[in-house]
C-alpha cells in the first residue's frame, strides 16, 4: 500500500506540470458557461468524504469554481464482470474462471492476469496501473492524464445515463476528442485537484492523488480561498463599478472595464475578466429604465490558487440620449446681479447625478459675442456663473466630450447645446409681490386690510382667497371685485445681514399678464396701473397666475375658491316598493365643509305649477348624518299600481354652526321618485336531490334559492300532517351565505321508503315562504314538490384475500373499510350472502366475514350485504388470489458497493402475490462462490434479516482486495410450512472500483411571484454506487438567494428564497451537495436555475368613478387577482403626470388605494385618466409592475 500512495503522489506531479498548456488554451478561448436548465442534467465525480484542509464554513460558502480540461479514457462497459467475465480494470476480482490485467490482482486455480505499473506504447494503449498517455492521449482505466492535444474522455450531459456509459467494443476516439467545452468545466469544489485548473468530468476514472488524505498532498496545488479571501475580494470587485458605465462609452461588456493593474493578463495569468456565454468575445450592453441596475459575473484568475473564482457584481447601467443647456434668459447692467446656466442631461437606465455628469463630461464653454463672461461655479464643472458685460443678444454654447473614450461621434459621445440670452441696461424685474385688499361681505379676509399672496417655500402651498357664493348672490353687483396690488421686485444684494428680506422693491411699474384655469370662476382684468380680481356668482375654483412681460418670464401664483354650501344631489332617480320597510339613501352631500341638518321632499303640483311639501314621501336622518328615503306609511294605501312622481329637495345647511345664508334652500336638481307596487319573489331549484338510501341517515337535498332581491330567510312547511308516514322537513336553517335550503326525510323506514318514491305522494309536497331584506313580512306560501330519489352511495374497499388449495387453505378474513378508511364491523340484523358461484360467506362473532373460495383460478367474486341502514342492498366485490406463483419483490434487481471508502447497503424486500409471511427459518441467502469467498476473508458482510424481510452488505474495507465485478445473490424462502414455494430471486451485487457518479435531471419551474408554491424538482441518478438521499445543501455564489429540500422518491425541491432579490429570466448557477445514507457525500454539476414571473390576470372594483369638487370624499380603488393564485399585491402605486397632480393615492392594504382630491388643488370638471403600478410580492428586480386605469369624473 506504501508504494501505491507513493506512486500515486508522483503521477500527482507529472500531471500538475503537464496540465498548464491545456489550461492556459481554455483561459485564452474562452469558457463554456452553458448549463443545463430546469429540465437538462447535470453530473460530477462524489466526494469521498476525505479530510480536507478547508473548514465546514469555508465548504459551504465557497463560489462556484471553473477549471480547466483533463484527458483520460473511460474504461469499457463489462470490464467490471462476475463469475463468468474478465476485465481489464485497477482492483478487479476475479472468480473461479475469470482472468484480468491490474495491479494487485488476484487469481483463482484457473485465472490468469498481469499487473504492475504499466506503461503506454507510442500509440497510447496499455493495462491498467499507473498509466501515462501515449502521444494520442489516450489511456487506459488508472491514475490517467491528457494527452499532447489535451484532449479527455467525457460524455454528453444531455443524454441518460445509460447512454453515458461506453459499450464493450466500441471505438472511443470520438470520447477522447471532446474539449472540455463539450465536457462542461465545473468541477466538484469538495474534492482537492493536483492538477492547476484541469476539470474532472463525468465518469473518468479519477487519480489517487484525489482519494488521498489532505496532509499526504501539496499544500501548493491544494491551496483554496478563504472565506475571508473571497469577502475580500468581492469588496475589491463592487469598488470598480461604485460609479455608472455609459453605453455611449462602452457598448460592450468588456474588459476594459476593469482597472487595467486589476485587469486579467495572459503573461501572468491573473486578474479580472468577465464571463461570457459559450462562443461570445462581448456582451452588449443595454440602458434600460426597467432593468438601470444589471448584474453580470466576473471572473478572478490566480495561479496561486486551484481554483478560479466566479463573483456577481452589479452595474448601474445608463445611456445619455441628450445634453440641455439652460440658465438666466435675461440680465441686466443695473445693479451687481448675476445669472447662471447648466448641464442637464437626458437618459435612459439608471439616474445620473450630478457628480455622476461632472465625472463624466468635458466642457468647453464659449459666449458667441463676449457679451457675457463665463465664470466657474465654485468647481462645479457642468455650471456657469453668467455676468453681463454689454447690452444686446448673445449665445451661450458647450462643446461636451464624454470621457474615456478616444473617437468622438455626434449625439453619441459629442454632444454641442446652446441658447440665447439677452443683456439690457434696464431694471427688470425677477419677482412680484401681490397683495389684495380684504373685505368683510364675501371674503375670509378683514376688510381695509393687505394680504400677501405668495406661495410657501417650505410647503409649496399656494395662498387662497376664500368667497363665500351665498354671500356673494346676496350683494347687488353681478360680480364680485376684489382689488389687487402689484409691485416689481428683485433680488437682494445684501446677503450678510440674516434679518434681510430676499427681495427689493423696484421703482418701476409691474409689467404683467394674467390668466386663470377657469375665467368662468374668477379672473383678474387690468386697466392701466388698476388690477382687478372678478369673481363670478359660482362655486368652484380658478388658479390665477402673473407672468412678467418681459425676458425673464417670472411668475406669481394664487388660489380663488368659491364656496358653494348648497348640497350635492348624488342620485335624482329612485325607486320605493310599497311593502319595504328600509327606504333607499338619499345620496345628498354636503359641499365646502357644511352640514345638512334637515331635508324634505317637495312634491310638483300641477295645479298650482309649484312645487309643494310632500306628504307621501318623508326622509329620515340617520346616526352617520346621512339621509333616507321612505315612503309615509299612512298614506301608501293609495297607491295601487306603479307610479313615479316629479319631486324636489329642500335643505337646512349650517356651517360652523350657524345657518348659511339663503337656508333653507331648495336645490335646483330634480329628482324622480318612483313607487312599485309588486311583490318581491323567488325560485327554488334543486341542485343534490334528496337520496334516501341511508334512510334516517341520509345526507339531506340541497335547493337553490334566487331572485332580484335579498333573500333573508326561507320557510318550508309539509303541505298536511301526514302522522307517522314518511315525509319531507327542512333539515336545518336557511343560511342567506350559501343560498341553500335544506331538506331531509322523516319517519322513513326500509319497509316504508318506498312511499317517497312515488311521483304523487303527498309527503313529498310544501309550502315554501320568504323573507326578503327590508320588507316586514313573508312572502305568501308557495307550493312545491321535494325532488327524492334512492340510489346506493355507500362506498366501501375490500381488501384482497389470498388462499393456497395445495395447503389446504381456501378461506380468509375481508377486511372492510367504509369511505373514510374506517373498519367495518357486521351485526346480527345484517345479512350477508354469496352473488358468486363457489364462494360462501361466514358472520363470525367478532363482526367480520370469513369468505370461503373453491375455485381453482384467482377471480373477483361479489357479495350481497342487507342491512337495516340501508333501503336497498350493497354489492362487495372481492379479489381471491389463488396462490401459485409467489415471488421476492425488491425494487432494485442490483445494487452497487464501491470500494473508494466503506459503505453498506441495505434491500428491503416484499412477498409478491401473497399475504403470508415467509416461514420461520425457510428463508436463505446464498452467495456466488466469488462473493462467498469475500464474504470468508473479511471484505464483506451480508447480513439476512427474516422478520423485517430485509438483508444488508457491507464493504468492509477500502483495500483493493475488494475486486470491481459482478456478483450474486440467490434468495429462497417457502410459505404456509413449505406447501408454497417462493420463486428464486437472484440478485447481482456489483463492487465497482470507479468514482461514483450522478446525474440530476430538473423538472418545473420557479414562479417569483409564488415563492412559496413553485418549485424545480431533480431526481438524481447514481452510478458505481448505491444509496438514498439523506441531505441536501445548495453551492454556489447565488446558493443562499435558493433554499433545498427533500422530496418525495429521493427528489430534491429546490425553490427561491422569500427575499432574495432574484431577476426573472436571470440564469442562476447552482451545484447540490449530497448526503448519502451509506456517508458518501457527492456535488453535483452545476444546474442553471431560470426563474419566471408568471402575472396573474387583474381585476378591479370599478372602472369609472366620481369625485364632487365640493364634497371631496375618499374613495376605494381596489385591485385584485384571482382567489385561486397565490400571488399577493404588494404595492400599488399611481403614475404622475399631468392629471395625476389633482389626486392623493395612498396605498392601503391587500390591493386597496384610497384615492382623493388633492387638498388646495383647483381642478376643473371633467373626466381624468389614472394610471396605476401593481407590484407584487416577491417580484423580480427590474420586473415592470402590472398595469391598472381608471376613469374619474370631476363634477
Same mark, same amino acid.
Given at each position: 500500500m506504501k508504494r501505491r500512495l507513493l506512486t500515486g503522489l508522483l503521477c500527482c506531479c507529472l500531471i500538475f506540470q503537464t496540465a498548464a498548456s491545456p489550461v492556459l488554451a481554455a483561459e485564452t478561448a474562452g469558457y463554456n458557461t452553458d448549463m443545463p436548465d430546469e429540465g437538462a442534467s447535470g453530473e460530477v465525480v462524489l466526494d469521498t468524504g476525505l479530510p480536507d484542509s478547508r473548514?465546514?464554513? /469555508?465548504? $459551504?460558502?465557497?463560489?462556484?469554481?471553473?477549471?480547466?480540461?483533463?484527458?483520460?479514457?473511460?474504461?469499457?462497459?463489462?470490464?467490471?464482470?462476475?463469475?463468468?467475465?474478465?476485465?481489464?480494470?485497477?482492483?478487479?476480482? $476475479?472468480? /473461479?474462471?475469470?482472468?484480468?490485467? #491490474?495491479?494487485?490482482?488476484?487469481?483463482?486455480?484457473?485465472?490468469?492476469?498481469?499487473?504492475?505499473?504499466?506503461? $503506454?506504447?507510442?500509440?497510447?494503449?496499455?493495462?491498467?496501473?499507473?498509466?501515462?498517455?501515449?502521444?494520442?492521449?489516450?489511456?487506459?482505466a488508472g491514475d490517467d492524464s491528457q494527452g499532447e492535444d489535451g484532449s479527455a474522455s467525457s460524455e454528453d450531459d444531455t443524454k441518460e445515463i445509460e447512454d453515458s456509459q461506453p459499450v464493450q467494443g466500441e471505438n472511443l476516439e470520438e470520447d477522447e476528442t471532446k474539449t472540455s467545452d463539450e465536457a462542461g468545466l465545473e468541477q466538484n469544489p469538495d474534492i482537492s485537484s493536483d492538477k492547476g485548473d484541469e476539470s474532472q468530468t463525468p465518469e473518468e476514472k479519477t487519480g489517487e492523488s484525489e482519494l488521498m488524505p489532505s496532509d499526504m498532498q501539496s499544500a501548493d496545488t491544494e491551496r483554496k480561498?478563504?472565506?475571508?479571501?473571497?469577502?475580500?475580494?468581492?469588496?475589491?470587485?463592487?469598488?470598480?463599478?461604485?460609479?455608472?458605465?455609459?453605453?455611449?462609452?462602452?457598448?460592450?461588456?468588456?474588459?476594459?472595464?476593469?482597472?487595467?493593474?486589476?485587469?486579467?493578463?495572459?503573461? =501572468?495569468?491573473?486578474?479580472?475578466?468577465?464571463?461570457?456565454?459559450?462562443?461570445?468575445?462581448a456582451l452588449a450592453l443595454t440602458a434600460s429604465d426597467s432593468a438601470p441596475e444589471q448584474i453580470y459575473t466576473a471572473v478572478y484568475r490566480d495561479p496561486a490558487y486551484s481554483e478560479v473564482l466566479e463573483l456577481p457584481v452589479g452595474l448601474a447601467v445608463s445611456r445619455i440620449n441628450k445634453l440641455m443647456l439652460t440658465g438666466d434668459k435675461c440680465l441686466t447692467l443695473s445693479g451687481n446681479y448675476k445669472g447662471s446656466c447648466e448641464i442637464e442631461a437626458v437618459t435612459t437606465g439608471y439616474e445620473v447625478t450630478r457628480k455622476d455628469l461632472e465625472d463624466l463630461l468635458q466642457i468647453e464653454w464659449k459666449s458667441?459675442?463676449?457679451?457675457?463672461?463665463?465664470?466657474?461655479?465654485?468647481?462645479?464643472?457642468?455650471?456657469?456663473?453668467?455676468?453681463?458685460?454689454?447690452?444686446?443678444?448673445?449665445?451661450?454654447?458647450?462643446?461636451?466630450?464624454?470621457?474615456?473614450?478616444?473617437?468622438?461621434?455626434k449625439n453619441v459621445t459629442k454632444f454641442t447645446c446652446s441658447y440665447k440670452i439677452t443683456v439690457t441696461d434696464q431694471v427688470i424685474a425677477d419677482h412680484f409681490d401681490i397683495t389684495v385688499l380684504g373685505s368683510d361681505a364675501y371674503t375670509n379676509l378683514k376688510a381695509d386690510e393687505d394680504y400677501s399672496l405668495k406661495t410657501d417655500r417650505e410647503t409649496d402651498d399656494l395662498s387662497e382667497i376664500l368667497i363665500d357664493l351665498d354671500a356673494l348672490k346676496n350683494t347687488s353687483d353681478k360680480t364680485g371685485t376684489m382689488d389687487l396690488r402689484i409691485v416689481a421686485q428683485k433680488r437682494s444684494d445684501n446677503k450678510q445681514d440674516e434679518d434681510s428680506k430676499p427681495y427689493e422693491d423696484l421703482d418701476i411699474p409691474a409689467s404683467v399678464n394674467w390668466s386663470s384655469s377657469d375665467s368662468g370662476i374668477a379672473s383678474v382684468r387690468q386697466t392701466g396701473d388698476q388690477h382687478v380680481l372678478t369673481i363670478r356668482k359660482k362655486g368652484g375654483a380658478a388658479v390665477i397666475t402673473a407672468t412678467s412681460k418681459d425676458k425673464k418670464k417670472y411668475t406669481q401664483t394664487f388660489i380663488v375658491r368659491v364656496l358653494d354650501y348648497t348640497p350635492i344631489v348624488g342620485t335624482t332617480s329612485f325607486t320605493l316598493n310599497k311593502y319595504r320597510e328600509t327606504g333607499e339613501d338619499l345620496n345628498l352631500l354636503a359641499a365646502d365643509g357644511s352640514e345638512i341638518i334637515d331635508v324634505k321632499v317637495l312634491e310638483y303640483d300641477s295645479d298650482i305649477k309649484d312645487y309643494t311639501e310632500s306628504s307621501l314621501f318623508k326622509t329620515v336622518r340617520e346616526e352617520d348624518g346621512k339621509f333616507r328615503l321612505f315612503l309615509d306609511g299612512g298614506e301608501t294605501g293609495r297607491i295601487t299600481k306603479k307610479k313615479s312622481f316629479n319631486c324636489k329637495l329642500e335643505a337646512?345647511?349650517?356651517?360652523?354652526?350657524?345657518?348659511?345664508?339663503?337656508?333653507?334652500?331648495?336645490?335646483?336638481?330634480?329628482?324622480?321618485?318612483?313607487?312599485?307596487?309588486?311583490?318581491? =319573489?323567488?325560485?327554488?331549484?334543486?341542485?343534490?336531490?334528496?337520496?334516501?338510501?341511508?334512510?334516517?341517515?341520509?345526507?339531506?337535498?340541497?335547493?337553490?334559492?334566487?331572485?332580484?332581491?335579498?333573500?333573508?330567510?326561507?320557510?318550508?312547511?309539509?303541505?298536511?300532517?301526514?302522522?307517522?308516514?314518511?315525509?319531507?322537513?327542512?333539515?336545518?336553517?336557511?343560511?342567506?351565505?350559501?343560498?341553500?335550503?335544506?331538506?331531509?326525510?322523516?319517519?322513513?323506514?326500509?319497509?316504508?321508503?318506498?312511499?317517497?318514491?312515488?311521483?304523487?305522494?303527498?309527503?313529498? #309536497?310544501?309550502?315554501?315562504?320568504?323573507?326578503?331584506?327590508?320588507?316586514?313580512?313573508?312572502?305568501?306560501?308557495?307550493?312545491?314538490?321535494?325532488?327524492?330519489?334512492?340510489?346506493?352511495?355507500?362506498?366501501?374497499?375490500?381488501?384482497?384475500?389470498?388462499?393456497?388449495?395445495?395447503?389446504?387453505?381456501?378461506?380468509?378474513?375481508?377486511?372492510?373499510?367504509?369511505?373514510?378508511?374506517?373498519?367495518?364491523?357486521?351485526?346480527? /340484523?345484517?345479512?350477508?350472502?354469496?352473488?358468486?358461484?363457489?364462494?360462501?360467506?361466514?358472520?363470525?362473532?367478532?363482526?367480520?366475514?370469513?369468505? =370461503?373460495?373453491?375455485?381453482?383460478?384467482?377471480?373477483?367474486?361479489?357479495?350481497?350485504?342487507?342491512?337495516?341502514?340501508?333501503?336497498?342492498?350493497?354489492?362487495?366485490?372481492?379479489?381471491?388470489?389463488?396462490?401459485?406463483?409467489?415471488?421476492? #419483490?425488491?425494487?432494485?434487481?442490483?445494487?452497487?458497493?464501491?470500494? =473508494?471508502?466503506?459503505?453498506k447497503v441495505s434491500i428491503p424486500f416484499e412477498i409478491a402475490g401473497c399475504d403470508y409471511p415467509l416461514d420461520e427459518g425457510s428463508f436463505t441467502v446464498t452467495p456466488s462462490p466469488a462473493l462467498a469467498r469475500l464474504k470468508t476473508s473479511g471484505v464483506v458482510a451480508i447480513n439476512q434479516y427474516e422478520e423485517d424481510q430485509r438483508i444488508d452488505i457491507e464493504l468492509l474495507t477500502e483495500d483493493e482486495g475488494a475486486w470491481a465485478g459482478d456478483y450474486s445473490l440467490k434468495l429462497k424462502g417457502t410459505v404456509e410450512e413449505g406447501a408454497v414455494k417462493v420463486a428464486d430471486k437472484v440478485l447481482t451485487v456489483r463492487i465497482a472500483d470507479k468514482m461514483p457518479t450522478v446525474r440530476v435531471t430538473g423538472k418545473g419551474s420557479i414562479n417569483l411571484l409564488d415563492r412559496e408554491n413553485t418549485k424545480i424538482t431533480y431526481k438524481p441518478s447514481f452510478t458505481d454506487i448505491s444509496g438514498v438521499v439523506e441531505d441536501v445543501e445548495l453551492l454556489g455564489t447565488c446558493a443562499d438567494y435558493f433554499a433545498a429540500e427533500l422530496g418525495d422518491e429521493g427528489n430534491i425541491l429546490v425553490s427561491a428564497d422569500e427575499s432574495a432579490p432574484l431577476r426573472a429570466g436571470t440564469k442562476y448557477q447552482l451545484k447540490m451537495r449530497l448526503t448519502l445514507d451509506n456517508g458518501y457525500k457527492v456535488t453535483t454539476k452545476a444546474v442553471t436555475v431560470t426563474p419566471k414571473e408568471k402575472f396573474p390576470k387583474l381585476t378591479a372594483n370599478m372602472r369609472k368613478a366620481t369625485i364632487y369638487r365640493f364634497h371631496p370624499k375618499d374613495m376605494v380603488y381596489q385591485v385584485s387577482v384571482p382567489e385561486t393564485s397565490e400571488v399577493r399585491i404588494k404595492d400599488v402605486l399611481m403614475v404622475a403626470d399631468k392629471k395625476s397632480v389633482y389626486f392623493d393615492c395612498d396605498y392601503d392594504d391587500d390591493g386597496r388605494v384610497i384615492v382623493a382630491l388633492r387638498e388646495g388643488g383647483a381642478v376643473k370638471k371633467g373626466t381624468y385618466s389614472l394610471k396605476f403600478q401593481v407590484y407584487y410580492d416577491g417580484m423580480g428586480i427590474s420586473s415592470r409592475p402590472a398595469t391598472a386605469r381608471l376613469s374619474v369624473a370631476v363634477k
Open positions: 473548514t465546514q464554513e /469555508e465548504d $459551504q460558502d465557497t463560489p462556484q469554481v471553473l477549471s480547466g480540461e483533463e484527458s483520460s479514457l473511460e474504461p469499457s462497459e463489462g470490464d467490471f464482470q462476475d463469475e463468468n467475465g474478465s476485465g481489464s480494470a485497477e482492483g478487479d476480482f $476475479q472468480d /473461479e474462471n475469470g482472468s484480468g490485467s #491490474a495491479e494487485g490482482d488476484s487469481q483463482d486455480e484457473n485465472g490468469s492476469g498481469t499487473a504492475g505499473d504499466d506503461y $503506454q506504447d507510442e500509440n497510447g494503449s496499455g493495462t491498467a496501473g499507473e498509466d501515462t498517455p501515449g502521444e494520442s492521449g489516450s489511456g487506459s480561498y478563504t472565506w475571508e479571501e473571497i469577502r475580500k475580494l468581492q469588496a475589491l470587485l463592487n469598488g470598480f463599478f461604485e460609479k455608472p458605465v455609459y453605453t455611449n462609452v462602452t457598448p460592450e461588456l468588456s474588459d476594459a472595464l476593469f482597472p487595467s493593474e486589476h485587469r486579467y493578463n495572459a503573461s =501572468t495569468q491573473k486578474g479580472w475578466s468577465w464571463k461570457h456565454e459559450d462562443g461570445v468575445k458667441s459675442k463676449g457679451l457675457v463672461s463665463l465664470e466657474a461655479a465654485d468647481g462645479n464643472t457642468i455650471k456657469r456663473n453668467i455676468a453681463p458685460v454689454s447690452p444686446g443678444s448673445d449665445t451661450i454654447s458647450a462643446t461636451i466630450l464624454l470621457n474615456g473614450t478616444d473617437t468622438y461621434k337646512t345647511v349650517q356651517c360652523g354652526g350657524k345657518d348659511v345664508p339663503n337656508s333653507p334652500m331648495r336645490l335646483n336638481s330634480k329628482i324622480k321618485i318612483t313607487v312599485d307596487t309588486a311583490r318581491p =319573489t323567488a325560485t327554488i331549484k334543486a341542485v343534490d336531490k334528496l337520496n334516501i338510501f341511508r334512510l334516517e341517515n341520509s345526507e339531506p337535498g340541497s335547493y337553490s334559492i334566487s331572485s332580484k332581491y335579498e333573500v333573508e330567510d326561507v320557510i318550508w312547511e309539509p303541505s298536511v300532517d301526514m302522522g307517522d308516514k314518511p315525509y319531507i322537513a327542512q333539515a336545518k336553517k336557511y343560511d342567506p351565505a350559501t343560498g341553500r335550503l335544506y331538506l331531509c326525510a322523516r319517519n322513513v323506514t326500509k319497509e316504508n321508503y318506498t312511499e317517497l318514491l312515488r311521483s304523487k305522494y303527498e309527503g313529498k #309536497a310544501g309550502y315554501v315562504s320568504f323573507l326578503f331584506k327590508g320588507y316586514k313580512d313573508y312572502s305568501a306560501p308557495v307550493k312545491c314538490t321535494a325532488d327524492v330519489v334512492c340510489k346506493a352511495d355507500a362506498e366501501y374497499a375490500v381488501e384482497d384475500i389470498s388462499v393456497c388449495p395445495g395447503a389446504g387453505t381456501i378461506s380468509g378474513i375481508l377486511e372492510i373499510t367504509d369511505s373514510e378508511d374506517r373498519p367495518v364491523r357486521f351485526h346480527d /340484523e345484517d345479512y350477508v350472502e354469496p352473488v358468486t358461484a363457489g364462494v360462501e360467506t361466514d358472520l363470525l362473532r367478532n363482526g367480520k366475514i370469513e369468505l =370461503t373460495y373453491t375455485g381453482t383460478a384467482s377471480k373477483t367474486v361479489k357479495v350481497r350485504w342487507e342491512s337495516p341502514m340501508y333501503a336497498s342492498a350493497v354489492t362487495l366485490s372481492v379479489k381471491v388470489n389463488v396462490l401459485k406463483n409467489v415471488a421476492f #419483490a425488491v425494487k432494485n434487481s442490483t445494487v452497487i458497493l464501491n470500494t =473508494t471508502m466503506k459503505n
